[in-house]
C-alpha cells in the first residue's frame, strides 16, 4: 500500500478545507483511527487539501480531516493493516489533474520512502549492496509428514493426490494424465496451512521451496518478475517439487480497478502465471499458495491449470483443538488437574498458532513459579493472556463475545426454522469463519430459479434474526449484524426496484443496479425521478422495519427456546438442523 502511504503524507502538506457539504455524518479525525482500527471503516477517499470522505462498514456515508500541521504516518499503515480501501475524492474534478499538480512533490515523498525501504533492506541483508536481486526463498526437504498435523481428515485427504503426483510424475506423464500444478490453501492465519504444505513435501520426499509473497513487491518494477524466474527455475531444477507460496494475495491481487495500475505487480503476477502455463505435465512442479483473503485474488489465477484446486482449512473443532493440544503438549508434563478436554472446550476460535502458543506459554508461567510441571493455573493464565494479548492477530473469543455471538446466531437459526418460507437450517455455529464471527447455514430444499414473495419476506427476516436475538436478549445491538444489515438491504432494495413486491411504488421494474465507469469515476446509472428514488428509500425502510418487527416477535414468543438454542451452542460450538428441531420440540412439550 506504497500509494496510500504518498497519499496520506501528501496530504499532510495542506490544510484541510474544512467544511464538506452533504448528508454525511462529520468524524473526528482521532474518531476516525478508532473507527479504522476497530473495522469498522470500508473505504476512505482522502483529498489532496487533507479532507477525508468514505463509508463504514455498515455504509453509513462519514466526513473528517486531517488535523492542521500534523504528521501521523500511522494513519496510512492503520489503513494498510486494517484493509480499507483508499482512493481519492470522487467529488474531484481530474485525479489525473491533481496528482500531475503534486508530482514532484509525490517524486520526492517516494524517494524519501524508498530511501527508507531500501535502507532497511540492506541492513537485514548484509552485504547486500550492489546486488540486483537477492533471494528471497528458502529450499528445505523437511521431515515433516501428515502425523504431524493434527485433525484436517478432510484437508490431507484432499492433498494426497498432490503427494502421489510428486512421488511419480513420470507415471502420470505415461498415462497422458495432467497432474496437479496449482492447489490454493484457504484459510484465517496459523490453522496450519503451512505445516500442512510442509507435510505434503515430506510425505512425498521432496524439496520444499517456500517464500512469501510480499517479498516479490518492490518498488522497482521488473524485479518481483525477475525473482519469480528465479524462484522456478530454481524448482524446476530440483525437481520434483514445491513452491509454496505465502500470503498469495501479495501478488494475486486483481488486476486493475485500482487508481494508479501497479505495474510491478501486475508484471509479477504475469511472469507467475507465465510460469505456471509453462510447465510440461510431467515437470513434477506443484506451487501451493496459501491466502486468508481468497475473495480479493485476481480471477485469472484461478483458472484451470492454475490454482484449481482449493482446500479450504477452516479454524480448528473442539475436537480438532483437543488434538492440536495433544501434539504440543508432547513432552511436557502436565499435573493431574489439567484435563485437555477443558481446555480445548475453553478455546474456542484458538488457531492451530494460537493453541501451539497457549502451552508454550502454559510452560513459561510454569517455570516462573519455579516448577517443571505444567497446571491448571498455568494454563488459565496462558490463556487469558492469549486472549487479552493479540486480539487483532487472533480470532479467539472472550467468553463475552462468545455468548453474544451464540445469541446472534441462534437468532437466524430460530426465525429460519419458525419461518413457514425458510430453507432448512442446515448448521450453526459459533467459531469464526473469514469475517464472521458465526455463521448460520441454510440448505435449500431444492434449487430455486424462482422466489416467492413469501420466501423473500421470510429470508428478510431470517437475515434480521440475529440483531433481533440480541436486541430481545441484551436490549441492544452490536456491530456484529452490520453484514446481515448489508444483505437485507441489499435484498429489500431488489424487491422494491426490481420484483415490483411494493404496492407504494407498484408494478415497475428498474432493472439492476449497474455501475458504469465514466474517467474513473463510479456513476450509477439511473432511469427515474429524485421523487421516486425517496419513495423507494421508504419503501426499502418499511420491509426492513418490518422484518425486524417479526423477528423479534417470533423470539420474544419463543424466548426460552431462544435461551436453550444459546446454551446449546455456547456448549458444543456447532450444531446442525436436527439440534434446533429438538430444542423447539423439547420446548413446546415442556410447555404446550
Ligand atoms: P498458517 O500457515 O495457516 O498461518 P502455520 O502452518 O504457520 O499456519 O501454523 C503455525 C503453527 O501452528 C505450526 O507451526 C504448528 O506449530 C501449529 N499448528 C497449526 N495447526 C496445527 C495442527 N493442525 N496440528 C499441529 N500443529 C498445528
Ligand atoms: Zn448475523
Known sequence: MLLAGVIATLALFFVPSGSSGGSAEQVGYSQLKTDIAANQVRSVAIGPDGNISGTLTNGTAF??????????????????????????????????????????????????????????????????????????????????????????????????????????????????????????????????????????????????????????????????AARVRDLFADARKRAPSIVFIDEIDAIGHKRGGQLVSNDERDQTLNQMLAEMDGFDPATGVVVIGATNRPEVLDPALLRPGRFDRQVVIPLPTQRERLAILAVHSKGKLLDDDVDLTVVARGTPGFSGADLANLINESAIFAVRRGRDVLDALDFAEARDRILLGHRDSSNALLPEEKHAVAVHESGHALVAALSEHGDPVAKVTILPAGQALGVTEQLPVDERHLYSAGYLHD???????????????????????????????????????????????????????????????????????????RLIDREVTRLLREAEHRAVALLTGHRVALDDLTELLLDRETIDGMDVDMVLDQVTRRQP
Open 63 to 224: 466526513t473528517s480531516s486531517y488535523p492542521p500541521g500534523i504528521a501521523d504516518p500511522q494513519f496510512a499503515q492503520l489503513l494498510d493493516t486494517h484493509n480499507v480501501a483508499v482512493t481519492t475524492q470522487p467529488a474531484q474534478s481530474s485525479i489525473l489533474a491533481t496528482l500531475l499538480n503534486f508530482l514532484p512533490l509525490i517524486v520526492v515523498v517516494g524517494l524519501f520512502l524508498w530511501m527508507g525501504r531500501s535502507a532497511r533492506r540492506q541492513m537485514a541483508r548484509l552485504g547486500g549492496i550492489g546486488r540486483a536481486k537477492g533471494k528471497v526463498f528458502d529450499t528445505e526437504r523437511p521431515a515433516t509428514t501428515f502425523a504431524d498435523v493434527a485433525g484436517y481428515d478432510g484437508p490431507k485427504q484432499e492433498v494426497t493426490e498432490v503427494v502421489d503426483f510428486l512421488r511419480n510424475p513420470e507415471r502420470y506423464r505415461r498415462a497422458g494424465a495432467v497432474g496437479p500444478k496449482g492447489l490454493l490453501m484457504v484459510g484465517p492465519p496459523g490453522t496450519g496451512k503451512t505445516l500442512l504444505a510442509r507435510a505434503v513435501a515430506g510425505e512425498a520426499g521432496v524439496p520444499f521451496i517456500s517464500v512469501t509473497g510480499s517479498s516479490f513487491v518492490e518498488m522497482f518494477v521488473g524485479v518481483g
Open 459 to 533: 429470508s428478510l427476516a431470517i437475515r434480521m434474526g440475529g440483531r433481533a436475538a440480541e436486541l430481545v436478549v441484551f436490549g441492544a445491538v452490536s456491530t456484529g449484524a452490520a453484514d446481515d444489515l448489508a444483505g437485507a438491504t441489499a435484498l429489500a432494495t431488489r424487491m422494491v426496484r426490481e420484483f415490483g413486491m411494493s404496492a407504494a411504488v407498484g408494478p415497475v421494474g428498474f432493472g439492476a443496479e449497474r455501475p458504469t465507469f465514466l474517467g474513473g469515476e463510479q456513476v450509477t446509472g439511473r432511469t427515474y425521478a429524485e421523487a421516486t428514488q
